[in-house]
């Protein structure tokens, strides 16, 4: 059997804890004999700072580098407030993205049975949902250049940002999307706005010349982005596989996120360009909440997120999708027994700390692998 290589980075405030219970998944993979990882550990974010003066290190970065997969926590709080810039916690993972050329974000929204409830939207509207966001992750108008802010001499000011899309970077996240699709649903929705951006009109053609070239057997939509966001949050359910730009998709994943009720319940993946020799991508896998300083050393966060991610990594990194089902089944085990962390609580659950939460999860799935 194949030994995985993983980078573990928890970094900041509750990154550590919910990390906590990404080793006592592998405890059980290790037990059971499963699958076999080999895993490193360092520092990043402020925890790295307090250390090195750095975000993160050379030496991680390398690690990084080599690794098939960095698992990644939080970085982040208000002790860090104040450093250089260059050395805040968020460029440790910024530092990361860009390095490892990780251009494909994919987010799933998964409302689990248990907690249909805890959505915004009506139970009918979000039971049983199963969508994925897909955001190109490093171009566009984050990115673009010039990027600037002038002083007119007038007493005004001008700002600027550039939206900027090349046809090879539409084509591979559109590539990452339909492959996506063809594992789910078969179906994906490209959002842009060809109506009034150039880069929207570039982007609707692309998209429609690698389906008509390379994935004619997967459905393919487009949506205004606009319309899109309202239709996320009218009929979630239509969708299967949504792809957009760094933008439309930072504030789409983020209308996602809502429909599944909390933070602490949403995974991510970032996933780098296909290496055509050993056929795998750079990726890292991370809960989209942050260090949720608020909580830190309480023993409240929610696992769910963490484990996810790195559910997401048996799938996408080690093309073990069985195992990330068992995973899935034992989450959506604990919680059809009442079992809650106080993030996700409702009237007759039982709330447990992150914790007890991580043991019941890998105890359903020792059950559910028996
Ligand atoms: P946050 O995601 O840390 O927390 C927002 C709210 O959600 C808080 O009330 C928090 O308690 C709750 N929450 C988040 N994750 C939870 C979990 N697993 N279980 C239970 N409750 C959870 O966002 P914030 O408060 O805006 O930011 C806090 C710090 O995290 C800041 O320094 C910010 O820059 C950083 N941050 C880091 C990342 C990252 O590392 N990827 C992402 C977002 C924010």
């Not at 990084?64 to 260059?86: L, N, R, S, T």
Request: charged fraction near 25%.
């Amino acid at each position: 059997m194949a030994t995985h290589k993983l980078l573990l980075l928890p970094g900041d405030g509750i990154g550590p804890e919910v990390m906590a219970e990404v080793k006592r998944l592998l405890g059980f993979f290790a037990k059971t004999g499963m699958a076999a990882f080999a895993t490193e550990e360092g520092l990043v974010g402020g925890a790295c700072y307090d250390a090195h003066k750095v975000a993160i290190t050379e030496e991680t970065m390398a690690k990084a580098h080599e690794a098939d997969a960095v698992i990644f926590g939080a970085v982040g709080g208000p002790k860090w407030d104040k450093v250089p810039f260059d050395a805040r916690p968020e460029a440790g993972l910024l530092r990361l993205r860009k390095d490892l050329g990780l251009f494909a974000n994919i987010r799933p929204a998964i409302v689990y049975p248990a907690l249909a409830d805890a959505s915004s939207l009506k139970r009918e509207a979000v039971e049983g949902l199963d969508i994925v966001i897909l955001r190109e992750l490093t171009g566009g108008v984050y990115f673009g250049e010039p990027k600037t802010i002038t002083d007119l001499g007038n007493g005004q000011k001008r700002a600027i940002d550039t939206q900027v899309y090349d046809t090879y970077e539409i084509e591979r996240i559109a590539r990452v999307g339909f492959e996506l699709a063809r594992r789910r649903r078969n179906k994906v929705t490209s959002m842009e706005k060809r109506n009034v951006m150039k880069t929207g009109v570039l982007w609707h053609e692309v998209v429609e010349q690698v389906h008509a070239r390379e994935y004619k057997d997967v459905q393919l939509e487009h949506m205004l982005a606009d319309a899109g966001g309202m239709q996320l949050v009218r009929w979630p359910k239509q969708f299967d596989v949504i792809v957009t730009d760094n933008l439309f998709g930072d504030m789409l994943s983020d209308i996602a996120a809502m429909l599944t009720g909390s933070l602490g319940m949403l995974p991510s993946a970032s996933l780098g360009e296909l290496d055509a020799r050993s056929k795998r991508r750079k990726a890292m896998y991370e809960p989209v909440h942050g260090s949720a300083p608020d909580i830190a050393g309480k023993g409240m966060a929610n696992p769910i997120a963490m484990l996810a991610s790195f559910g997401m990594a048996l799938r996408y990194s080690f093309n073990m999708g069985k195992e990330a089902d068992l995973l899935d089944a034992a989450i959506a085990a604990a919680l059809a027994k009442g079992l809650r962390t106080a993030d996700i609580k409702s009237p007759d659950a039982t709330i447990v700390s992150t914790s007890e939460m991580g043991a019941a999860i890998v105890g359903e799935m020792e059950r559910l692998a028996a």
